[in-house]
């Protein structure tokens, strides 16, 4: 299904005075507001083929109904996203659990859809059916060669689907390493991912990244191959300009700074991407900002802060992807959820007023640098946000019309109650 363009406008006529009531509250406040609006309008967030269905846990999975079937179901969904808040003009793929059949007829539904392909993601953390030999004791780190050969044609494949479909960049997430001390030699182990990462490296197209995703535990509970940031970093230091460390908000120890982490990796040029999610004790991979939004709100700040300081490009110099899967809400209804968390700490980094920060740090006046952080992450920016969504033609509440209109309803008349999506 798709929304058409009068049942945005039907829902916004009705809120629009209020809308503006609020905006022009908090927008009176802002001296940049019409900056902070544009940013807002050409941000994007991709979102991953795997969290339109509803996630499980290693004990169960209870699928929800209406869940897209196929890739074309999936990208059918982001773009009822996107159509609603206008800022989900991205799929991010994972092969091979959405491997395209048809590239041409793919890329024309995206094409249709509004729709671009962002960063594809291999897996060599399940064995599929039919593969010669089994992961279970790692892939590119490998004691064996041919399981590592194995696993580089893998890479190199999903980089073809990628060129196909006009994604730029890689991701690769191993979930390489040991459960039990003295199962791995560590320095082995990293010189064979090292060697394996090196051979997908020089399959990448000019215009490509890479991004080597870390993670702290699990499913490997001893040792992780790519286990924190610093070793990450280190392979993408020794592969080259095209490799970068991708940051998963989940993917850290408890209480890890990580908006330490994203400044210095922005400060060596070596942040890739983002995966966006939450968690009170793990990778649980909850909805953006639903426990810890003013960490989220410090990261934003580090971002912003640290990409202007490079003049990066916000939209389009680093990987914005989502990477979130629970088990208890319409999936659908949970990324509205997590895009709008995003958008709001994005907005609230662009509102600090960097120079008084600056001076702030200058004069180690710590109560005012403080008060400046504090000050806006307690200003209440939705209606900005809205706005901005409101001009680049999406709803005011976005949640509120998926809900008024029963798209859930109308994906399972359309679906079936019981299809399931690919994905963990
Ligand atoms: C691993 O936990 C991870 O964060 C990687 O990004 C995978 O690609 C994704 O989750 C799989 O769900
Ligand atoms: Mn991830």
Not at 11 to 29: I, T, Y
Not at 142 to 150: L, N, T, Y
Not at 307 to 327: P, Q, V, Y
Not at 365 to 371: I, K, L, R, S, T
Request: glycine content about 8%; proline content about 3%.
């Amino acid at each position: 299904m798709q929304i058409e363009k009068h049942r945005i406008e039907e829902h916004n006529g009705p809120l629009l005075a209020e809308h503006k009531r609020k905006f022009d509250f908090v927008g009176s406040g802002v001296h940049n507001v019409e900056a902070v609006i544009q940013r807002l309008i050409d941000f994007n967030v991709a979102i991953p083929s795997w969290a339109l269905g509803t996630g499980g846990t290693r004990f169960g999975r209870f699928s929800g109904a209406g869940e897209p079937g196929n890739l074309e179901g999936k990208m059918e969904d982001v773009a009822l996203l996107h159509a609603l808040n206008r800022s989900s003009g991205a799929i991010s793929l994972h092969i091979p659990w959405d491997i395209p059949e048809n590239y041409s007829a793919i890329k024309t539904v995206a094409a249709e859809l509004g729709l671009r392909f962002d960063a594809v993601n291999s897996n060599t953390f399940q064995d599929q059916k039919g593969q010669p030999l089994s992961y279970k004791f790692g892939s590119l780190q490998h004691i064996d060669k041919a399981v590592r050969r194995q696993a580089i044609d893998h890479n190199t494949e999903v980089i073809r689907h990628g060129v196909q479909l006009g994604s730029k960049a890689l991701t690769v997430w191993l979930s390489d390493g040991s459960c039990f001390p003295g199962q791995l030699n560590f320095r082995k182990a990293f010189q064979n991912t090292l060697e394996s990462l090196q051979e997908i490296y020089s399959a990448l197209p000019g215009d490509w990244k890479v991004f080597v995703e870390y993670k702290a535990y699990e499913p490997n509970f001893y040792s992780m191959t790519v286990g924190d940031w610093g070793q990450s970093l280190l392979y993408a230091n020794k592969l080259g300009s095209k490799a970068y460390t991708l940051v998963d908000l989940g993917h850290h120890l408890p209480n890890a700074n990580i908006e330490q982490i994203v400044a210095l990796l922005l400060m060596e040029g070596k942040l890739g991407g983002f995966h966006f999610n939450d968690s009170k004790y793990g990778d649980d991979d909850l909805t953006v900002g639903s426990i810890k939004p003013y960490q989220l709100f410090l990261i934003f700040n580090e971002l912003v802060e640290g990409m202007d300081a490079r003049e990066m490009d916000h939209t389009t110099d680093l990987g914005w992807m989502i990477d979130a899967s629970h088990n208890v809400k319409d999936p659908l209804e949970d990324l509205l959820q997590s895009v709008e968390a995003i958008m709001i700490s994005y907005a609230q980094a662009l509102l600090i007023d960097r120079k008084k920060m600056n001076e702030a740090q200058q004069d180690n006046d710590v109560v005012a640098a403080q008060e400046i952080l504090q000050n806006t992450f307690r200003t209440d920016v939705r209606a900005i946000v809205a706005e901005a969504r409101l001009r680049g033609g999406g709803a005011i509440n976005p949640l509120r019309l998926f809900r008024e209109m029963k798209i859930r309803e109308q994906l399972i008349k359309e679906r079936g109650a019981k299809t399931v999506a690919t994905g963990l």
